[in-house]
């Protein structure tokens, strides 16, 4: 068992950890750090799996933008009422992510995935070659996805303003 | 059999015989009234004259042997079967075209007078001519199935015909029994057609053609063809209304009097017999079914005639009459004597014809009078009447040298010596025509001796018919003594009847076997019940008598009701079938109709409305709700994969 | 080295968790955030077999699905916001309108 291994075993446990706080804290605002948590975990994996680009996005993007996003709007709003809880339909939701969890899980395992990773090139997962990719292969998307960002903003405007 | 030196022809004449009348029966349709009445109805008689004329001259024209053939168009092919509108004259269907349309030409003229008067002259003719084309269809018709259109399309004229005075309502009624009892009796010939072509196919031979029929009927089995003829009977019992389906014909005479002369006396009755005589071949081979026709002709005929015994309607006992010799033919046809049921055939339209012609003289004489108690002593004031009608009473009383005289004397004789026949037909027979001179003079002596019974305002009126009405019954008098000298017996100066109609019946003509002895002793026979039938009703009838009267109270006055009433048949008909269909019907269309048939449908509508209720319960609006079923409709398709491993 | 298995299985028990708190919190927001955990085990998903399989193509469908669920996630809080001013409730059960 190398460095590695063990990293990544305890960065699971701390990620299951903060997802459940996640889904079941009462308050909202701890609900979100707790998700600020859980996506830097999520980044640092990802380094781990030579994606250090991505890596970074995530922490840009995901954890910095969309979370203080949310953050912001939940500060916006200030939500003052309790959320109503009901045993049986909590039950009978985990019940029901734990059979998802576990067929997906059953799924995955079948030993047909490769338990070696890929020998890595020095270049693997860096911004070079993720770029040359999107410049290339998938110039497309990109531009729609560039296109998609302009109309999700026009529609948080339009959608968001206070009628006149 | 077909006798193998028989020629065929081709005459493209014969399609205008049934051609003519149909297109004047258009004209009148269409330009009838523009014709104006006189125009109409001289075109209508002149179209029949010239199918007349036709008939004459391919009379004369055709071979002893031969057969004539005119092939319209081919109306439908389906495979090898093939059905065309196709005309055949033999020697059988030369004699039915020269009643056809001699006594129809004769029958036209006469309505020119009896119907002339009349608001709907124009129609009447219209539906008379239509009649003679789809009779010529019928008799000429070289395939079954164009007999059959000829068939039917008469049924149709007589109901048209029947209830010609449609603002009275019993006579509708009378129009819709005929076609509907019609009707049950065509059900059975339908089937007997069907079941031939389809068991014919059976065998590969796809045809209806009489000539192809006549060749290939070897191929049926036996039961089969008993099968056949006795559903192709069926028909013949209700277009010749024969026990049991004979009770339309006396509430035909609801009609004008041409009609029951001439649809319900001379041709549209006689159709049966026609078709059994054009299917010999099919009928001979099945012994059973022929038993069968022997023994309802016979106890039709005896039937029949007890019925008209009692009658008071001087054309009730015409009609009854006319199922009582109807019956007759069928008897001869039941022993197989086929040419000579076609000349009882051939004699009676001439008498019946004149009869009923007469018995019409007498009602527009009397201004509509149909009760014979209301008659009496008209032989003083119509005296033309009177002598066609007794003429033509004695020829079916069977008095000799008359036509009816030969005609039925021939059925007997056959019936007595014939190995088909038996003594007890012969017997019925016999005691038949006795009932029949008896009725039949009662009537003469009712309506025309003794004191005129009816009212002074109708005494005042009574005229003789005018020419155009007098005249067809002196030529059908004349018919009825010399038409039957045709079929004189051997002894006598042998029949050219047999020898004409030889070639289509082929070897059927079996000798009757008998001596001449044997034969004369019968016709003497027959001539002494004759006699004691007239000699019975001079006394009870010709003479003021109270005869009639005892009789009719004779033990308790039952027989004499039963037989007033026909034996109740009609009642029996109502009660047994017709209540009982009516019932049914009603309940179908008032009950069954809305409630189930209509329940079955609105139940579904109700089904899918109440399913659809249950089901867009589903739709509760919680998007939460919604995720929950992707979750499970995700687990389930994990569960497949799973499996699938 | 950690087979590929174990971070699939880890990826599977966070989109259960996301999963768990979408269906059943009462908070359209942590709704909303519970959207992005289950997002975020796919996204490791694919990173994890981009790494064992040695093809970037992983990593540029992770790039478009952090871009999508940005906008996606914008879109839904202006829908949150708009929704609460009429509504004053983040309760989604309460927003049961469009039913039968």
Known sequence: MDTSAILFYVISVFLVLSSLMVVFLRNVVHCALALVVALFLIAVLFVMLHAPMVGVLQVLVYAGAIMVLFLFVIMFLNPTAAEPRRKPWWILGSLGALLLAGGLAALFANGEAPADPVAATEMFGSPELLGKSLFTDFVLPFEIASVLLLVAIIGAVVLARREP | MVAPTQTVATVDLLRWMPLIPLLASLINVFFGTRLGRKASGGLACAAVLASFSIALYIFWLLPATGIFRDTVYTWFESGSFQVKLSFQVDALTAVMLLVVTGIGFLIHIYSLGYIGHDEGMIRFFVYLNLFIFFMLLLVMGDNLLVLFIGWEGVGLCSYLLIGFWYQDHTNTIAGNKAFIVNRIGDFGFMLGLLLLVTELGRQGVWTLDFMELQKHVNLLSPDKITLITLLLFVGAIGKSAQIPLFVWLPDAMAGPTPVSALIHAATMVTAGAYMTARLHFLFVLAPGTLSLIAVIGAATAFFAATVALTQNDIKRVLAYSTVSQLGYMFIAVGIGAFSTAIFHLFTHAFFKACLFLGSGSVIHALGGEQDMGKMGGLRAYLPTTYWTYLIATLAIAGAPFTSGFFSKDSILWQAYSRPHGSTELWFVGWLTAGLTAFYMFRQLFLVFHGQCRADDHVKAHIHESPAVMTLPLVVLAAGSIFAGWLGAPEYLWGSRWDQWLQPTFGGLHEAAHGSETDEINLTLLTLAIGALGFVFAYFAYGRASKLPDRLASLAGGGPYRLLLHKYYVDELYDFLIVRPFTYCSRWLAQVFDPEVIDGLVNAVAKGARGFSLIWREIQTGNVQHYLAGFLAATLALLAYFLNQQ | ?100
């Open chain 3, 1 to 100: 080295m950690v087979p590929l298995d174990h971070y699939l299985i880890l990826a599977a028990v966070i989109f259960a968790i996301g999963v768990i708190g979408v269906l059943v919190r009462r908070n359209l927001i942590v709704v909303l955030m519970s959207i992005e955990l289950m997002l975020n085990a796919v996204n490791l998903t694919f990173i994890a077999f981009s790494r064992y399989l040695g093809s970037m193509q992983g990593q540029v469908i992770v790039f478009f699905v952090m871009a999508v669920a940005a906008a996606e996630a914008v879109i839904g809080l202006a829908i949150v916001i708009s929704v609460f001013r009429h509504r004053q409730s983040l309760d989604p059960q309460e927003m049961q309108l469009l039913k039968w």
